[in-house]
């Protein structure tokens, strides 16, 4: 396989692979032409079509122009696609990266009955600002494999490598994660609105300083309390406002909720 550029099949091409499908070419790692896409309603890929990518409906032809196969489909419809591709997939050749949740390595290589190269990629929505967080892992892929899916993804956001049994816990984290702080942007802007700002206003100042605290933390690899204390003061507003949130269970529902999701994150592969 080419690994400085090599063609790509994304199989479900939902909101993350054609998010990934764009800013691989924005990044200029690859060109259009080199990337095959796949969709059932094959209609809505036509934009992509007439800028240069390859569209088709059939998921094992996608197959016979790659090298690098994405498998961007729900954990559900998973054994269904790698049942209908297993027959064109060439071991030798084709290294797969799932970003299906809760599906291990050797679930699906135990799925097609071959011993194929599998990687698993976990990014989130923000994908398509090029703004992802994405969990890399696998059992057994080469350092090379790892290397060029980390470089691929890279494209997209940031990437990190983790051991695969921390999958299912990285999907909670960062790709739940996001619906998590959004809500928690919401809930800000709305205390905003009740305390006299428009609603536009009080969303904007909100997600402005949402963006502003985690910049704090990732720009100057800081910890949240060390940052919290330089903007609470005695008897101050912050540590009222704070412990108030603190009583109404504002950190353990936080994390219940985290915990909630990686559980079911881990077995809605086994719900399809």
Known sequence: MDTTSPRIAILGSGNIGLSLAKG???????APAAITLTRRNVAALAPLAAVGYRVTADNRAALQQADLVVL??????????????????????????????????AAIRQRLQLPVRVVRAMPNTAIAIGQSMTCLATDDAPAADMDLVERLFNTVGVSVRIQEELMT????????????????????????????????????????????????????????EQEIDKVTSPK?????????????????????????????????????
């Open 169 to 224: 816990s990285a999907t909670a984290l960062c790709a739940c994660g996001v619906a998590f702080f959004l809500r928690a942007i919401r809930a800000a802007s709305q205390g905003g609105t009740e305390i006299g700002f428009h609603a536009h206003d009080a969303l904007k100042m909100a997600a402005q300083t949402a963006k502003g605290a985690a910049d704090l933390l990732l720009q100057l690899a800081s910890h949240p």
């Open 72 to 105: 961007a489909v729900l954990p559900q419809q998973l054994d269904q696609l790698l049942d209908l591709i297993a027959p064109a997939l060439d071991p030798a050749r084709h290294l797969l990266v799932s970003v299906a949740s809760g599906v291990s390595c």
């Open 236 to 272: 101050g507003c912050t540590i009222a406002g704070l412990n108030e949130m603190e009583h109404q269970g504002f950190s353990s529902a936080l994390i219940k909720g985290i915990k909630v999701s990686a559980d079911k994150a881990g077995k809605l592969y086994h719900e399809g």
């Open 24 to 30: 691989l070419v924005k990044a200029g790692l690859t």
